[in-house]
């Protein structure tokens, strides 16, 4: 029988006796650590810590790790978050009517490479409910208008309470949140876009980078704020450009860049291996 596997990851100002303290109530408990990782942020004086450990002792259990925590946290100002690692996180997605990052993650959680339950997809389009279906996974069409916009977010957050959604993931939805729902989805919405030098908005951004020459193409996954596309950043990818592709052939290796950088993104976040320190993460592979 393989034991309960726990992830705890905290922050706190940096001094003399954190990793002691947590090891000795880790051994204390009668747990066993797998993976510890720590990084202390000398500009700023912030320690930030990940460990992963399993339960050997029949009688710990999440409450009692809890419990006898808190300790540690008040002697050292911490802010912390300790989550069953064997569980895995229920991921809500949302789209438009692009599919390549849906399909990624789909298979993903399919293949058993993101430890992740899809509780649904959402789109304010019909046209991916098929690609859905392939995985047996829900569709729900929300369509959105200028006049429907506060209804439809309202649906969206009823789903999450009652799908009992750990994490929301933009891939590809086109549509710009609402700070209000920005800011209830905090640290758990994580958006992907692309990403080039110089930025182009607007309709096909890869077919407008194609016509400027651009060399590299790239993507970025960060968490969603109410500033568009400005979040945390957790994971970046690039692609160089050959001058002899296509703007077709460039819009699919950007696509490709999309999903490495998001599935990335997804699993460090589900991992409890990203941490906010401002406007920055951390990020603990």
């Known amino acids: ?52 450990f399993e339960a050997l002792d029949p009688l710990t259990t999440m409450e009692t790790l809890r419990a006898d925590f808190t300790g540690v946290p008040e002697r050292f100002s911490m802010e912390w978050r300790l989550i069953d690692g064997s569980r895995p996180q229920r991921i809500l997605i949302m789209a438009s009517r ?46 959105v208008t200028p006049e429907t916009k506060p209804a439809a977010e309202a649906e969206v957050l009823d789903l999450i309470d ?45 077919h407008q980078a194609h016509a400027r020459g651009v060399k590299l193409v790239g993507a970025t996954a960060h968490y969603v704020t109410p500033d568009l596309d400005e979040g945390p950043i957790i994971e970046q990818e690039v692609a160089r450009v050959d001058h002899s592709m296509t703007a077709a052939e460039a819009t699919t290796l950007g696509r490709d860049v999309e999903c490495l950088a998001l599935s990335r993104a997804v699993r460090w976040h589900t991992e409890n291996r990203v941490l906010l320190d401002g406007n920055r993460t951390v990020v603990f592979p």
């Open 162 to 206: 009652d799908l009992g959604v750990d994490l929301v993931v933009l891939a590809r939805y086109m549509q710009i949140l609402s700070p209000e729902l920005c800011k209830k989805l905090e640290g758990r919405a994580i958006n992907i876009h692309h990403s080039m030098l110089p930025s182009f908005k607007g309709a096909r951004p890869y």
């Open 1 to 52: 029988m393989t034991a309960p596997r726990y992830v705890l990851t905290l922050k706190c100002p940096d001094r003399p006796g954190i990793v002691h303290a947590v090891s000795a109530f880790l051994l204390g408990n009668g747990c066993t650590i797998v993976e510890s990782q720590q990084f202390g942020e000398h500009r700023g004086g912030t320690f930030f810590m990940r460990v992963e």
């Open 98 to 143: 692009f599919g390549h990052c849906v399909n990624d993650l789909l298979f993903r959680a399919f293949n058993g490479g993101l430890n992740v339950e899809v509780a649904a997809v959402v789109s304010n389009h019909p046209d991916l409910r098929r690609l859905a279906g392939t995985y047996g996974t829900a569709y729900h069409h929300i369509p």
